[in-house]
């Protein structure tokens, strides 16, 4: 069954640093997102992404975060002076056309340190 | 604006025994309503979604949900739970009018099912 991976599943970064976290959506799929849930605290929207243009973003999505999918199949979501409450961990989705389900990854979990 | 409130952070319950989980949301606009399940070290499943028609859904793994419009609320039942079901359970809505498929989800905070023997 196709399914969205994300890599790394876990990653350790020093506070400045620039990070990248890394998703392959389902082939066929329109839309991706970026989430993420900081410890004890609820899943979070930041940004979806459709036909290479952001299609809407929160206000935690500023300056420091960009998307890009660099080739027909990686999403990617990069954090550029990463700060220590960027800890948390990052879901990466992605919906069908016409669908309303998401389909998630199993996310990566950013520590900064 | 949308939000969830998930009252129960944390709901232990015995195997075989019935479980709810609570649900409610509060929006400006008709919302689509979804329940998502997350099994330890994994991402999050859709176990069941509210779209229209019948307000009683059937989800995966034995889990229904009802819609109740009048009490903005969406809670999750299942009438004998297993040891497997412990999980992290969120409740999410979004936008029935957003444009395409793009369907940002609000998430409520979660709640913790532990299953014991």
């Known amino acids: 069954e196709p399914e969205v991976t994300q890599t790394p599943s876990h990653q350790v970064t020093q506070m400045g640093q620039e990070v990248i976290l890394r998703c392959v959506p389902i082939?066929?799929?329109?839309?991706f997102y970026w989430y993420r849930q900081i410890l004890g605290q609820k899943v979070e929207f930041l940004v979806s992404?459709?036909?290479?243009?952001?299609?809407?973003k929160s206000e935690i999505f500023d300056d420091q975060f960009s998307v890009e999918r660099p080739d027909g199949s990686n999403f990617t979501l990069k954090i550029r002076s990463t700060k220590l409450e960027d800890s948390a961990m990052y879901f990466c989705?992605?919906?069908?056309?016409?669908?309303?389900?998401?389909?998630f990854g199993q996310g990566t979990r950013l520590t900064v340190v | 604006a949308q939000s969830v409130t998930q009252l129960d952070s944390q709901v232990p319950v015995f195997e075989e025994a019935p479980v709810e989980l609570r649900c409610n949301y509060s929006?400006?606009?008709?919302?689509?309503l979804f329940w998502y399940v997350q099994y330890p070290n994994q991402g999050l499943q859709l176990l069941l979604k509210?779209?229209?028609?019948?307000?009683l859904v059937k989800g995966i793994n034995g889990f229904e949900a009802e819609f109740n419009k009048s009490q903005t609320s969406f809670h999750l039942r299942k009438p004998s739970v297993h040891i497997s079901d412990t999980a992290e359970y969120f409740c999410?809505?979004?936008?029935?009018?957003?444009?395409?498929?793009?369907?940002?989800?609000?998430f409520g905070k979660g709640t913790l099912l532990t299953v014991n023997p």
């Open positions: 989705a992605s919906t069908p056309p016409g669908s309303t389900e998401a389909f």
């Open positions: 082939s066929n799929h329109l839309y």
């Open positions: 992404f459709y036909n290479n243009e952001i299609s809407e």
């Open positions: 929006s400006s606009v008709s919302v689509y």
């Open positions: 509210y779209l229209s028609g019948s307000t």
């Open positions: 999410a809505v979004s936008d029935r009018h957003s444009g395409g498929s793009n369907y940002k989800l609000t």
